[in-house]
C-alpha cells in the first residue's frame, strides 16, 4: 500500500563507535611538544594551549554530520570550560583528507563561517589521534590544571535531537570537575565521524576524479566498505553545495556493505567544466539529458570498474535537480535499480511513464512549503510499486536542506535502501 506520512521525530544510531584503546583516565596528556599548525598561519606547540585550570581538546573535522549536529552543544560546553579557566582548542588529525575537505584553508573556512572562537590546528601523521585513540569526531578529552585526563567522551547521547538528550556526558564532567566533584561518567565514547587512517584497510572514503569523454574531470568521493557488495549512486542538488551533503547517508551505507558513489556535476563544486544558464524546464532537461547524462554513465562506469561492486544491484537518490538524474539513471538502467529516494525536484513525462510502470519502490521525501510538493506526490501515485511512499516533512527546507532540519530523513532513506537493496539480497541468498 502506498503510503503518506507526516513526519514526527525518532532517533537514530551512530555514525560510528568509537574504540577506548589509547590514553586512560589519569595519563599525562601525550606529545606535549608536539607542534601544530594553527589557521591564523603560525605553528605552536600543545603545551602552549595550557591554562590555570586545563585544557579541553576536541578532535574535529570541516565535514562531519555529528559536529554539524552538536555544534550548538559543543560550543555552550566550551563556553563553559573557557568561563572556568580551561582553555579549549580543537584538533583536525583528517590526514588522508587534505586534498579535499579537511585543507587548511577549509578549516579557516570552517571556523568563519560558523564562527568558532577557539584555537583551530591541524595535525599531521596521526600523533595526536593515535596517542589518544581518537577514533571519530567529535571527542572531546578534559584535562586537569596539571594536565591528567579526567574525561573522554562524545558530548551528549543523541547527536540528532537535542530534546531526547538523557546523559549530557561533556557538561556533566565539566560541572563536575569545575566544583571539584566525581565526574560520574569518565569515558563516553560512542557517535561520530570516522577518523580514517592510511592502514584501515581498503574500506573508507577516497577523494577520486573521474574524466568524462571530453576530457573534464569530475570530482567524486568513492566509499568503499571494503567488502564486495551493491552499489549506490547520490546525486546533489544544484544550489552550490555539491556532493557533500549526502556524506551522513553514503558513510552509513558503506557501513552496511555498499559502494556508494557521490560526485560534483560538471560545472558544479570541486568538477571541471562550465555551467551555463538553463533557466527553464525545456532547457535544463535538455542539458541533463544531455552532457549531463553521458557524465553520469561515465560515473557509473567508473564504479562498476571498482573491485567488488555489484553495479547490476543498486540504488540511487536524487535532490532537486538530482531527482531528474536518479530518475534518468533508473529509466536507463531500469534492471540495476532495486530502489530509488528522490526529495524535492523535477520529473518530466518520460520519466512519468516509466515509474507508470515500473516495479522499483520509490521514496519520495518534500516540504509542506516546497513547490515540489506536487510532483513528489504524484511520482508516487503513479509508481506500479504498492509500497512506494511519499513522506510530507513540515517547513524543513528543500532537497538535502532538509536533512538539517528533520531528524527523520536520512534514517529513512538509509532503512528504505537498507530494506530493498541489502535486506532483500541477504533474504535471497539464504533461499
Excluded at 557488495?229 to 547517508?249: E, K, M, S, T
Excluded at 532547457?283 to 547490476?312: C, Y
Excluded at 518530466?348 to 507508470?356: A, C, G, T
Amino acid at each position: 500500500m502506498k503510503t503518506l506520512t507526516i513526519v514526527m521525530l525518532v532517533i537514530f544510531g551512530s555514525v560510528m563507535t568509537a574504540s577506548a584503546q589509547g590514553i586512560a583516565i589519569n595519563d599525562p596528556l601525550p606529545h606535549q611538544d608536539l607542534v601544530l599548525d594553527h589557521i591564523d598561519g603560525k605553528q605552536y606547540k600543545l603545551s602552549d594551549f595550557k591554562r590555570k585550570n586545563g585544557l579541553l581538546i576536541v578532535f574535529a573535522a570541516n565535514e562531519c554530520v555529528a559536529i554539524e549536529r552538536w555544534y550548538d552543544r559543543l560550543i555552550k560546553a566550551n563556553d563553559l570550560a573557557e568561563a572556568n579557566g580551561i582553555n579549549v582548542i580543537w584538533v583536525n588529525s583528517n590526514e588522508t583528507q587534505r586534498i579535499e575537505g579537511e585543507t587548511m584553508e577549509e578549516m579557516r573556512v570552517f571556523a568563519k563561517e560558523n564562527k568558532l572562537k577557539y584555537d583551530y590546528l591541524m595535525e599531521r601523521e596521526f600523533v595526536l589521534a593515535n596517542a589518544f585513540d581518537a577514533q571519530v569526531t567529535p571527542t572531546c578529552y578534559l584535562f586537569d590544571k596539571d594536565l591528567k585526563l579526567k574525561f573522554m567522551g562524545m558530548p551528549d547521547d543523541n547527536m540528532f535531537d537535542v530534546a531526547e538528550v538523557t546523559e549530557t556526558y561533556l557538561a556533566d564532567a565539566l560541572n563536575a570537575y569545575i566544583k571539584g566533584d566525581e565526574i560520574r561518567t569518565k569515558v563516553a565514547h560512542g557517535r561520530g565521524c570516522r577518523i580514517p587512517r592510511p592502514d584501515d584497510g581498503p574500506g573508507g572514503a577516497y577523494i577520486v576524479d573521474i574524466e568524462t569523454k571530453d576530457g573534464i574531470t569530475l570530482k567524486g568521493t568513492y566509499f568503499n566498505p571494503g567488502v564486495p557488495g551493491p552499489a549506490a549512486i547520490l546525486f546533489h542538488q544544484c544550489d552550490g553545495n555539491g556532493r557533500r551533503p549526502w556524506n551522513y547517508v553514503a558513510e552509513e551505507l558503506a557501513q552496511r556493505g555498499v559502494h556508494v558513489l557521490t560526485y560534483d556535476y560538471r560545472g558544479h563544486g570541486a568538477s571541471e567544466g562550465s555551467n551555463p544558464d538553463w533557466s527553464g524546464m525545456e532547457n535544463a532537461a535538455k542539458r541533463w539529458r544531455g552532457v549531463w547524462k553521458e557524465d553520469m554513465i561515465t560515473a557509473l562506469d567508473f564504479l562498476s570498474s571498482q573491485e567488488g561492486v555489484n553495479t547490476d544491484d543498486m540504488v540511487v537518490a536524487g535532490a532537486s535537480c538530482g531527482v531528474f538524474m536518479a530518475s534518468e539513471m533508473a529509466r536507463t538502467f531500469p534492471e540495476r535499480i532495486k530502489a530509488a529516494a528522490l526529495l524535492s525536484g523535477p520529473a518530466d513525462d518520460l520519466h512519468m511513464k516509466f515509474y507508470k510502470k515500473s516495479d522499483i519502490p520509490i521514496l519520495t521525501g518534500v516540504s509542506s512549503e516546497d513547490w515540489s510538493v506536487d510532483k513528489m506526490k504524484e511520482i508516487v501515485i503513479a509508481s506500479n510499486n504498492s509500497q512506494s511512499e511519499y513522506v510530507l516533512y513540515k517547513e524543513a527546507g528543500h532537497g538535502t536542506d532538509m536533512f538539517k532540519n528533520s531528524d527523520t530523513l536520512e534514517p529513512k532513506i538509509i532503512s528504505w535502501f537498507e530494506k530493498y537493496l541489502i535486506t532483500e539480497n541477504e533474504e535471497n541468498a539464504s533461499n
